[in-house]
């Protein structure tokens, strides 16, 4: 029986030496994010149903598992704080798609070195190692991003986030793929825009132009569809998202443009409210539930608004119980990062007499992100 083992490890040489472990065992492996609290890593754990955690020192067994197929490779949670997070399986086969489209298009150099300091547990991270393994190319990998390490580290590749992508000098590598947040307007050349989602196991659209293999369709309300070898088997825990042809319905809205001469894709954002900030997606919902905690408050909305160094920055507002003081923003971020990852807590706080909201009591977002005053 092939089983889910979870990988209870910080990125690195140890990490990926579990990963290859797991592989030849024929078992699929599931990263667990080393920066969730304890009890949001017990939750997800839960939801996986895997048959052993894995760590450094020992193997310890879960359980109430469930198996996974012949052939699973990675099991990779699309959100680990909103409720029932999605466990997106992705085959063997799959993550081999992946890292010959992307080797087709940007190509694979003798000399060549891949630099993975992205999360282990995100798709963008992981799928920078499993890209590595599968072309027998050298690889980094850090626990963490860290400038000077990232620049020191000699890698002539990388995948990263706008941030990290701002505070290292890009002409140190021969070729950065930048994707999971809103890109900087002036890319180098030899760096790529990416678009995709844990789904398709990492970028599938490179600079608006799809990698080999890779269908893309725009349904008649604007939707990005997807369709190509690289995309999940199907989720853990609900089932295959992919309709009978195999197509995927994103959720994002976008659009064909031509630019330099060819035809890109243009993607305008999720049609839903999921804040992405710095490359990590934080879910409104859960943070205000969190926020509601506070004492002094009586109501409270979580937006995003654009940022330009996060992307979008996650924006509390609150309205106060009469005769209170209002809370800081210290206080609440101090209150969210109890039971969520730091880039879940709020960066600003606007204090609002009332919550906007629809008759049947739904929170007008747009009506809060359009009077924010700056940060």
Same mark, same amino acid.
């Given at each position: 029986?092939?089983e889910?083992?979870?990988?209870?490890?910080?990125? +690195?040489?140890?990490?990926?030496?579990?990963?290859?472990? =797991?592989?030849?065992?024929g078992?699929?492996?599931?990263?667990?994010?080393?920066?969730?609290?304890?009890?949001?890593?017990?939750?997800?754990?839960?939801?996986m149903?895997? #048959? @052993?955690? $894995?760590?450094?020192?020992?193997?310890?067994?879960?359980?109430?598992?469930?198996?996974?197929?012949?052939?699973?490779?990675?099991?990779i949670?699309?959100?680990?704080? *909103?409720?029932?997070?999605?466990?997106?399986?992705?085959? !063997?086969?799959?993550? $081999?798609? #992946?890292?010959?489209?992307?080797?087709?298009?940007?190509?694979?150099?003798?000399?060549? !070195?891949?630099l993975? &300091?992205?999360?282990?547990?995100?798709? +963008?991270?992981?799928? @920078?190692?499993?890209?590595?393994?599968?072309?027998?190319?050298?690889?980094?990998?850090?626990?963490?991003?860290?400038?000077?390490?990232?620049?020191?580290?000699?890698?002539t590749?990388? *995948?990263?986030?706008?941030?990290?992508?701002?505070?290292?000098?890009? /002409?140190?590598?021969?070729?950065?793929?930048?994707?999971?947040?809103?890109?900087?307007?002036?890319?180098? #050349?030899? &760096?790529?825009?990416t /678009?995709?989602?844990?789904?398709? +196991?990492?970028?599938?659209?490179? *600079?608006?132009?799809?990698?080999?293999? %890779?269908?893309?369709?725009?349904?008649?309300?604007?939707?990005? !569809?997807? $369709?190509?070898?690289?995309?999940? $088997?199907?989720?853990?825990? @609900? +089932?295959?998202?992919?309709?009978?042809?195999g197509?995927?319905?994103?959720?994002?809205?976008?659009?064909?443009?031509?630019r330099?001469?060819?035809?890109?894709?243009?993607? !305008?954002?999720?049609?839903?409210?999921?804040?992405?900030?710095?490359?990590?997606?934080?879910?409104?919902?859960?943070?205000?539930?969190?926020?509601?905690?506070?004492?002094?408050?009586?109501?409270?909305?979580?937006?995003? %608004?654009?940022?330009?160094?996060?992307?979008?920055?996650? @924006?509390? /507002?609150?309205?106060?119980?009469?005769?209170?003081h209002?809370?800081?923003?210290?206080?609440?971020?101090?209150?969210?990062?109890?039971?969520?990852?730091? /880039?879940?807590?709020?960066?600003?706080?606007?204090?609002?007499?009332?919550?906007?909201?629809?008759?049947?009591?739904?929170?007008?977002?747009?009506?809060?992100?359009?009077? =924010?005053?700056?940060?």
């Amino acid at each position: 029986m092939n089983e889910l083992i979870v990988l209870d490890l910080p990125g +690195g040489p140890a990490f990926v030496d579990a990963l290859r472990r =797991t592989w030849d065992d024929g078992d699929a492996a599931f990263v667990l994010d080393q920066r969730l609290p304890r009890a949001a890593a017990l939750r997800i754990v839960e939801a996986m149903a895997p #048959s @052993v955690i $894995r760590t450094a020192t020992s193997d310890t067994p879960v359980a109430n598992s469930l198996p996974v197929e012949p052939g699973d490779a990675v099991v990779i949670a699309t959100s680990g704080t *909103s409720g029932e997070p999605k466990g997106v399986v992705l085959t !063997h086969d799959a993550v $081999r798609a #992946s890292a010959e489209a992307t080797t087709d298009r940007i190509g694979i150099e003798q000399d060549d !070195h891949w630099l993975a &300091c992205l999360p282990v547990a995100h798709v +963008g991270g992981l799928s @920078v190692i499993t890209k590595a393994l599968h072309t027998g190319t050298r690889l980094t990998v850090l626990p963490a991003f860290d400038a000077a390490l990232a620049m020191g580290s000699g890698a002539t590749l990388a *995948s990263l986030v706008p941030t990290a992508f701002a505070r290292i000098d890009p /002409y140190r590598f021969r070729v950065l793929l930048v994707g999971g947040a809103k890109p900087p307007e002036d890319m180098p #050349s030899h &760096c790529y825009t990416t /678009y995709g989602m844990t789904e398709t +196991g990492s970028g599938c659209v490179y *600079s608006g132009v799809p990698l080999k293999g %890779v269908d893309v369709r725009i349904d008649d309300e604007g939707q990005i !569809h997807l $369709r190509g070898p690289m995309l999940l $088997r199907t989720y853990r825990n @609900v +089932g295959d998202p992919k309709d009978a042809d195999g197509w995927l319905a994103t959720g994002d809205l976008g659009e064909w443009v031509e630019r330099d001469g060819t035809r890109r894709l243009a993607v !305008h954002g999720r049609r839903g409210e999921l804040i992405n900030t710095g490359g990590e997606k934080v879910w409104p919902e859960t943070v205000e539930r969190l926020l509601l905690a506070h004492p002094s408050v009586a109501d409270a909305a979580v937006a995003g %608004v654009a940022d330009d160094e996060w992307g979008q920055r996650v @924006v509390a /507002y609150v309205a106060t119980h009469s005769g209170t003081h209002a809370p800081t923003l210290d206080e609440l971020r101090a209150l969210v990062k109890e039971s969520l990852p730091a /880039y879940c807590a709020p960066r600003q706080l606007v204090v609002v007499d009332a919550i906007p909201k629809t008759a049947v009591g739904k929170i007008r977002r747009n009506e809060l992100v359009r009077d =924010t005053p700056p940060a």
